[in-house]
């Protein structure tokens, strides 16, 4: 496991919000409506894509 991979939380047009790794984030997709991060662990972009779901901002998938 690469311990530089940083994640990031995405949020599509359908309203869902994924974690994706680093590599897979570009800037000239228009599927990406907000993104947020990096998060330096995938556990703290689960944490923290729960925390947007409750607040609102994202669709469970």
């Known amino acids: 496991m690469n311990d530089s ?4 939380i995405v ?13 897979q984030v570009s800037d000239d997709n228009l599927e990406i409506i907000e993104q947020w991060g990096p998060f330096s662990s995938q556990e703290e972009a ?3 894509r729960v925390g947007l779901i409750r607040a609102g901002k994202c669709q469970p998938v």
């Open 5 to 8: 991979q940083t994640w990031y």
């Open 11 to 23: 949020k599509g047009s359908a309203g869902n919000c994924e974690i994706i790794p680093s590599d």
């Open 46 to 48: 689960i944490a923290r």
